[in-house]
């Protein structure tokens, strides 16, 4: 074998190693995660400072939301809808992530009884979301979430200062 022949095949390994590392156990090629596994009527996304809880989550212990949440959250239309299921549960190749997971975004999917059935938290710093229930693939297109909550007017920004600051501006002055 030559250095090319054993490069080809060494680069279609690894590229193949990292497709097959963001895909589901056991499958050959990408396949779309089946979340989530409860009917949905709509989905909204929010925004929120993670650092107003003991947790950084956007359900606390108790079921209800976090008091860091900004805003009521944009109800997304049904393209968006479409859009988000895509860049959620197709899996993606892994790209440079860190472990800080403090998440300022969140997916919630709505039963027809305005149940929360689902929902994603996103910490674009690190490129890590967690999902209730769990199901979706580590590797999602964080590049789509962030351009569809741009989209439906849902404000990004960079590092927890910007969220901290968002908050404090649109609390009611007391």
């Known amino acids: 074998m030559n250095r090319h022949t054993f490069l080809q095949l060494t680069a279609a390994g690894l590229t193949g190693g990292v497709l097959a590392s963001c895909a589901s156990p056991g ?24 650092d107003a809880d003991q947790s950084v989550g956007f359900f606390q212990k108790d079921g209800r939301q976090s008091r860091g949440v900004i805003g009521d959250g944009v109800t997304l239309n049904p393209a968006q809808v479409k859009r988000l299921l895509a860049a959620l549960t197709m899996p993606v190749p892994r790209r440079g992530r860190t472990a800080c997971f403090v998440p300022h975004h969140a997916f919630v999917f709505y039963n027809a009884e305005d149940q929360a059935v689902a ?25 789509a979430l962030w351009t569809l909550l741009q989209e439906a ?11 901290r600051d968002l908050r ?4 009611p002055s007391r």
Do not use: M
Request: charged share 15%; glycine share 6%.
């Open 27 to 50: 499958s050959r090629a990408a396949q779309p995660a089946a979340w989530p596994p409860q009917p949905f009527t709509r989905a909204r996304a929010f925004v929120y400072d993670c």
């Open 119 to 143: 929902h994603a938290e996103i910490c674009f710093n690190c490129r890590t979301l967690k999902s209730f229930p769990a199901g979706l693939p580590s590797c999602v297109d964080f590049p």
């Open 153 to 163: 007017g849902v404000p990004v920004g960079p590092g927890s200062q910007f969220y």
């Open 168 to 171: 404090r501006a649109r609390q």
